[in-house]
């Protein structure tokens, strides 16, 4: 396994910007996730890809905030108009059916 | 909905100390549990899981054992190296729509081991 990448690494931003990152799994794993972790806090799960489909979204992901997964192979997290309070780690992870979740290091937002 | 709360950090200790780092769950159902561990600057990493009521998760001499019976996963080492400095996370699995197994932390326990 090449293991989960996530780029970039950091983004720095400045309120109401839009911001994109993106996700790439381990080739063979179908299941994508996204979580959001917040200083001092553990992960919170945002939203499950299976393949391409979006299949479930927490009441975290607010209207702004919108993830595709074309092709069912990398995904891409958009963050429109960006807030003081979306600064976090974002995080992707990626499972196959039978095996455990291997997560991404994570994009640092911070938004000024 | 299910939660997960894990005692409060830092903790420090000194190489070769015995570690508890407690973990307790609510959930409706039969969640599977897990342990995750965050080294400085590195992603989460798998490091033990249980799936049933009183599975015994091991790895690297860290265990944790499913209590159903006090909803506890709390994990152990018997003797700490510096290496194992990282904030440990405890998590459970709690089934979503289609097939997603959404994961719910704790919010994380910070260790340090002096030399």
């Known amino acids: 396994d090449t293991g989960v990448s996530q780029n970039p690494r950091h983004k720095i931003t400045k309120r109401g910007q839009n911001v994109t990152f993106r996700c790439d799994p381990i080739?063979?794993?179908?299941?994508l996730y996204w979580y959001r972790q917040t200083l001092g806090q553990g992960p919170e799960f945002l939203t499950y890809?299976?393949?391409?489909?979006?299949?479930?979204k927490s009441r975290l992901l607010s209207d702004r905030f919108s993830a595709e997964r074309p092709k069912g192979s990398f995904s891409t997290l958009e963050i429109q108009r960006t807030e003081q309070g979306d600064s976090a780690m974002y995080l992707c992870a990626s499972s196959s059916r039978d095996r455990g979740k291997y997560f991404g290091p994570g994009t640092r937002l911070t938004v000024l | 909905g299910d939660s997960v709360t894990q005692m409060e950090g830092p903790v420090t200790l000194s190489e070769e100390a015995f570690l508890t780092i407690n973990c307790t769950y609510t959930?409706?159902?039969?969640?599977?549990l897990f342990w995750y561990v965050q080294y400085p600057g590195e992603g989460l990493q798998l490091l033990l899981k249980?799936?049933?009521?009183?599975d015994k998760g091991s790895n690297k001499g860290f265990e944790a054992t499913y209590r159903k019976e006090t909803t506890s996963f709390h994990l152990e080492k018997g003797s700490v190296q510096v290496s194992d400095s990282a904030v440990y996370f405890c998590a459970l699995s709690e089934g979503g729509r289609q097939g997603a197994q959404k994961l719910v932390f704790g919010q994380g326990t910070r260790l340090t081991i002096n030399p």
């Open positions: 890809f299976q393949n391409e489909a979006q299949l479930e």
């Open positions: 249980a799936t049933k009521a009183d």
């Open positions: 080739s063979e794993h179908n299941r």
């Open positions: 959930a409706t159902g039969y969640p599977s």
